[in-house]
Structures are given as C-alpha cells and as structure tokens.
C-alpha cells in the first residue's frame, strides 16, 4: 500500500480524523524545529514555538487547501511565529550551519586542527548571519538548509519568485560582505 501524501492526511484530518494529525507531526517535527533553530539561540523557546506552529495547524487545518502542497503551508506558519519571536528578540545569534554550502572550501580539508578552524568558522558565521537583514537570512535557510526550491519559498513567504531569486542573491553577497568584514 503507497504512503499517503501529507495533503491526504490533511484531508483526513479535515473530515474529522484528528489522529492523523499526529502523522503530519511524526513528518514535519524535526523540519520545523531545525528551521527554528536558525532564528532563535535558545532551545528551550525552539520547541515551545514549535508547539505553537503545530497548534496552529491544527486549529486552522480546515482553511488549508488540499489542492496545494501541506509543507509550503506548515512552512509559512513557522515562518510567521518566528519571525514574531524575532521580533521579540532582536539580536539573538543565528546557530550555525555547513560553511561549504555558501563558502566552497574556506578551511582545508587535510588540516588536522580542523576541529577549532571549524569553530571559529561556526561563530564567524553565526555572526554574519545575525547581521543580515531577515528578508535575506531566512531565504539562504529556506534554500541553503531546507531544500526548499524557488516556488516553495515563494509561497511561505508569500514573495514572487522572480523576488526570492533578488532576495538569495542579494543575501549571498551581504553574508560574504560582512564575513570578509570579520576576517
């Protein structure tokens, strides 16, 4: 038997299954937390935010249209919870993620204190991010981090796409502009 589709299950869910909402939960927890985890520091208002989104969905499950795709809504209810916490604590440092991802090789490979050049490359770029401006950071975590691809991000941010293309590009050169500033 094929696995159901999230968009089936929100279906279900919409005709009065309200235990299947507890598969889209078993799917979409660690997603939503470690897209949490790039906007906020502190692990402890990570989960309870998550909580929050899921509660949300929850609630409002029945305005999702099952025509659309269930992550792109879910994404745009995290998307609006934390950047209210953001709002709430400005200047938090964003968590770490893969340098190679935006930075192609920026500390060799074979180098055997590769454990501290990678910590300080973490805080440098922890730093970068929180500086960027949040119409550009969460753009490169949608894509960089998420996978999430242009019409995706489009929708949770509720952006063209012909933006979210400005937005990565844009992004991309200030995060490499403040990072050269810290070096």
């Keep these: 038997m094929p696995e159901q589709t999230d968009e089936q299950i929100a279906l279900l869910v919409q005709r009065g299954d309200l ?12 997603k939503i937390s470690r897209y949490g985890r ?14 929050e989104v899921f509660i949300k969905a929850y609630v409002n499950i029945r305005s999702f249209d099952t025509n659309r795709k269930f992550s792109s809504w879910l994404y745009r209810i995290a998307h609006n ?14 968590p770490f993620f893969d340098p190679d991802t935006l930075f ?8 055997t204190d590769r454990d501290v050049l990678d910590s300080d490359l ?5 730093l970068s991010l929180d500086q960027l401006d ?10 960089f981090l998420e996978e999430m691809n242009y019409q995706e991000i489009a929708e949770v941010l509720h952006i063209p796409m012909s933006t979210v293309g400005v937005r990565l590009n844009r992004g991309k050169l200030k995060l490499r502009e403040v990072y050269n500033k810290q070096q």
């Design 38 to 51: 790039k906007f906020l520091a502190n692990y402890q208002d990570i989960e309870d935010l998550v909580q």
């Design 134 to 143: 949040p119409k550009y950071r969460e753009p490169i975590i949608l894509y």
């Design 122 to 126: 973490k805080q440098s770029l922890d």
């Design 19 to 30: 235990e299947a909402f507890g598969l889209l939960i078993e799917r979409y927890q660690q």
């Design 81 to 94: 919870e934390y950047i209210n916490a953001l709002k709430k604590k400005k200047h938090e440092a964003v």
């Design 104 to 111: 192609p090789h920026p500390v060799a490979k074979e180098k």
